[in-house]
């Protein structure tokens, strides 16, 4: 089977790409290696796939349907995990243009190209924040959407809706994931688990926006895998999927296992909560266990101690060689 990842350099695409290799597919990945985070890291998640023969990496942007049309020609995919968007919540309440632009056009852009070389499965990354501020807990698959807080929520529920048109017109094999805060090893240095353990770790101001009472159902990065692979080989007509842990994490409590697994304590800032922000995600995850299996498998104490085991590998060995080097 070939598969085309979109999005394929970063976290949890690549995640993704060394899943499906290990178990015999072949990866085609697509990416443009934007700027949102320096893009070496990208080009690090996929250094050691580049001499396997059943990878091919292809620059490009999901806004230009011409690479769109070139890749899909000649790769012919048999699936597509279409991950590429550009992500966060904050940043997109400063640039939703840019957000609409990328989430939107681009994801009609690959269901068109899947549409007509006659794709037999797409998968759709969207996220838990198509939720809201909703206070109904946990969240399921069935509650409405009808009320994002933020550009990026909104272009995500917007992305839900185009695909089911295109099941709905074409007979396209659709399934949305929504995606519950994913973290763990290669994840993104905008994101809370980075963040934080960087600033523990610098002894930083570590910014805690709100009083600490918020929570998320943060979601360690194989227990998504597992998910999506399922999904992959599933070939369900079209269905809307949250995949989280289902296990919620507060944000006092979350700080404080950073502060245990660092072996410092954080100097902690706090600021008011920030505009798009939810107070809490929360999976009902009971659609995914039915239809494809799930069972996450990774409490989050044990997948921060990973994370913060490959943060001391990777990130710091790498700083304390440039600062050797005096770079």
């Known amino acids: 089977m070939k598969v085309l990842i979109t999005g ?24 443009n290696f934007n700027d949102y985070y320096n893009p070496e890291r990208k080009r690090k998640n996929v250094s050691g ?19 769109l049309e070139e890749v899909f020609a000649k790769e012919k995919p048999d699936k597509v995990i279409h991950v590429a968007a550009m992500a966060g919540v904050r940043p997109s309440i400063e640039r939703p243009l840019l957000y609409e632009e990328v989430n939107v056009k681009g994801t009609l852009n690959m269901l068109e190209a899947a549409r007509r070389h ?16 909703q206070e109904k807990v946990p969240f399921s698959e069935d509650d409405p959407i009808a009320h994002p807080i933020s550009p990026y929520a909104a272009t995500k529920a917007a992305g839900e ?7 709905h017109l074409y007979g396209l094999n659709i399934t949305c994931l929504r995606f519950f805060t994913v973290y763990g090893p ?17 002894g930083a101001e570590l910014k805690m926006f709100g009083d600490g009472t918020t929570s998320r159902d943060y979601t360690y990065i194989d227990d998504i895998v597992s998910g999506v ?4 080989d599933a070939d369900l007509s079209y269905e809307i999927i949250n995949l ?36 809490r995600t929360w999976a009902d995850i009971s659609k995914a266990r039915c239809l494809l299996g799930y069972d996450p498998q990774t409490p989050f104490e044990e997948g921060m101690k990973h994370f913060v085991a490959w943060y001391r590998q990777e990130v710091l060995a790498e700083q304390a060689e440039l600062k050797l080097w005096g770079l």
């Open 49 to 67: 796939f580049l001499d396997d023969i059943d990878y091919r990496l292809y620059e490009g942007d999901i806004r230009a349907r011409e690479r």
């Open 186 to 202: 290669k994840g993104r240095p905008d994101m809370a688990p980075y963040l934080f353990t960087r600033w523990v770790f610098e």
């Open 8 to 31: 394929g350099a970063g976290f949890i695409g690549s995640h993704n790409t060394a899943a499906l290799l290990n178990r015999g597919d072949q990866v085609v990945c697509l990416d």
């Open 229 to 232: 692979v399922a999904a992959l």
């Open 244 to 279: 989280g842990n289902s296990q919620t994490v507060v944000l006092r409590d979350f700080i404080a296992l950073v502060e245990k697994l660092v072996g410092k304590k954080a100097n902690i800032v706090q600021l008011p909560m920030q505009p798009g922000d939810v107070p």
């Open 161 to 167: 809706l185009l695909c089911h048109t295109y099941h």
């Open 118 to 133: 006659r794709v037999t499965n797409f998968l759709f990354a969207s996220s838990s924040s198509v939720y809201g501020g």
